[in-house]
């Protein structure tokens, strides 16, 4: 099963496994990683599950759609990488993933 590094704002890392199929928010709320809320549900209908993903895995997790653009609009600190992680949606080839949390979702 592939795994994701969730790193929090202060640097704690939290290392979890994630079924294929499951979205990286699910993931986070299924092992209550804190600092992701996905208070939609993983509808992108929200930016309470913004995360920042690791340049070197924004490649493999591919862009954001103008949906998620949309919605990271109501995030907080966007940056270069940021994505929802509700749209984010687990493959072995993302075995390894790192995405750091902002300080705080809005």
């Not at 790193?7 to 979205?23: K, N, P």
């Not at 309470?48 to 759609?65: F, L």
């Not at 966007?78 to 994505?83: D, Y």
Request: net charge negative; proline share 2%.
């Amino acid at each position: 099963m592939p795994k994701v590094r969730y790193v929090s704002h202060d640097g704690q890392e939290t290392s979890v496994d994630v079924a294929e199929g499951l979205s990286v928010m699910e993931g986070a709320v299924r092992n209550r990683v804190d600092g992701i809320e996905g208070d939609c549900g993983g509808a992108c209908a929200c930016s309470t599950c913004h995360v920042y993903v690791a340049e070197d895995w924004r490649e493999k997790t591919g862009a954001a759609s103008e949906m998620e653009e949309d919605m990271l609009d109501f995030a907080f600190d966007v940056q270069e990488g940021s994505r929802l992680s509700c749209q984010i949606r687990m493959t072995e080839e993302l075995d390894g993933l790192v995405v750091h949390l902002p300080s705080r979702q809005i």
